[in-house]
Nanobody, 125 residues
């Protein structure tokens, strides 16, 4: 299966913003939720947010709630992560993944598969 492709990462100062994009394959994209993960070297890859199939429901980890916003454009097979008020602890490789179950925006990380290679986000203090 074709993996998603992330873009939009970079170096930003604390308090700044970035918008990441995740381009997924077509076909059943619109039937499944999508998740955004963050990983740093030596640490576990953690789910930071999710969006359901239609885009009407989103869920977030407490560490990013109120600062990050997930959206999707099913016509473009793309999901976005808008990151505002960035903190140094937000630094990591951000990747998106497809939910194993249809429809829902699950915050169970073990229900995702087919991660992209990720895009690096570095936040300086």
């Amino acid at each position: 299966q074709v993996r998603p492709v992330e873009s939009g990462g970079g170096l930003v100062q604390a308090g700044g913003s970035l918008r990441l994009s995740c381009a997924a394959s077509g076909g059943t994209f619109s039937r499944y939720g999508m998740g955004w993960f963050r990983q740093t070297p030596g640490k576990e890859r953690d789910l930071v947010g999710a969006i359901n199939s239609s885009g009407g429901t989103t869920n977030y980890a407490s560490s990013v709630k109120g600062r990050f916003t997930i959206s999707r454009d099913n016509a473009k097979n793309t999901v976005y992560l808008q990151m505002n008020s960035l903190k140094p602890e937000d630094t990591g490789v951000y990747s998106c993944a497809i939910s194993k179950v249809p429809w829902v925006a699950t915050m169970r990380g073990d229900l995702y598969a087919y991660w992209g290679q990720g895009t690096q986000v570095t936040v300086s203090s």
